[in-house]
């Protein structure tokens, strides 16, 4: 008999679940094409089930007709992309999450204030990405302790610590603690800049790899905080597969499953992790049990307001 031991929470997050919901409601209201830069959530079902309802994901603005409805994705865009947007008279919707908004106000604040930001970033993540195209003079993207040594700031340069928001704790921890001994008085993140969705998620999949001697992540590859879940059975040295279907599991990876890990990322459907589930079950014998470590309630409420 193969065990499964599905770890919750696992599914959308509010940030994900609202940039969703705004796209699908502004399809309803206003009817397609509606374009969308970059990838609304980094998911590859999400995008192809869009891209069916006729949305175009481009970041080419100069392509977009006049008039044209452009939704801006959950990771946020940089101001001078907005600006060109809307310069280029294109209606927009903005559906970042408000988590990442809030530390780019963070961001904004410090520097009206004299500082510099050293930010901490996942490297080439999109929410990043715009980050450093929003103020090149004063904000300092770094993601390990060569990048920090690099850096250099006047002796009296005020400076505060930021990171992406889907970096947790683990994440950060070493390299805030380095930074620190290099500027000892540089004002660190809050615990609330840390996003609870990422934290709850790696927190759950910590827990159930030392139980288990395989670990599927449902997820797209282009997606790194997939990538990062998909990651912590180094913590157990156990085989680990981040798949979008079922049928991208190996046949030499099933040979492995007696007791089986199965999460997935927040931008992930759930039906996509129950049909791995049901895949499992069609060949063996399944016991399942859910490991449960957090009950989350958020919710980001929206309106569709068009700029
Ligand atoms: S993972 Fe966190 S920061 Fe990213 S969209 Fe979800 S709630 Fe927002």
Request: glycine share 2%; hydrophobic share 45%.
């Amino acid at each position: 008999m193969t065990k499964i031991i599905l770890a919750s929470p696992r599914w959308y997050c509010a940030g994900v679940d609202r940039a969703i919901g705004m796209l699908d409601d502004i399809l309803d209201v206003h009817g397609a094409p509606i374009y969308v830069n970059h990838e609304i959530v980094h998911n590859k079902f999400i995008v192809n089930y869009f891209e069916r309802r006729w949305v175009i994901f481009s970041d080419d603005l100069d392509s977009i007709p006049t008039w044209s409805i452009m939704v801006f994705s959950a990771h946020w865009v940089a101001p001078s992309f907005v600006k060109k947007a809307q310069a280029l008279w294109l209606r927009t919707l903005d559906a970042s999450c408000p988590l990442v908004i809030k530390v780019h106000n963070e961001a904004k604040k410090f520097i009206a204030e004299g500082y510099k930001i050293i930010y901490i970033w996942k490297k080439n993540h999109q929410e990043a990405i715009w980050v450093a195209d929003n103020d090149l003079e004063n904000i300092f993207i770094v993601w390990n302790k060569n990048e920090a040594d690099a850096l250099s700031f006047k002796p009296d340069q005020k400076l505060a610590l930021l990171n992406q928001t889907t970096l947790s704790i683990d994440d950060t921890k070493d390299l805030i603690a380095y930074v620190q001994t290099i500027y000892p008085d540089i004002k660190l993140p809050g615990f609330s800049d840390i996003c609870y969705a990422t934290t709850n998620r790696q927190e759950v999949v910590k827990e159930i790899v030392e139980e288990v001697d395989a670990l599927i992540i449902v997820g797209s590859k282009n997606s790194s905080n997939s990538t990062k879940l998909c990651l912590i059975w180094e913590r157990a040295w156990i085989p680990s597969l981040l798949i979008d279907t079922p049928d991208e599991i190996p046949e030499q990876f099933l040979d492995w499953l007696n007791f089986v890990g199965i999460s997935s990322w927040a931008s992930v459907p759930d039906n996509l992790v129950q049909e791995v589930i049901k895949y499992l079950e069609e060949r063996w014998a399944i016991f399942m049990k859910e490991v449960i470590t957090k009950e989350e309630k958020m919710i980001f409420p929206y309106k569709l307001d068009l700029a």
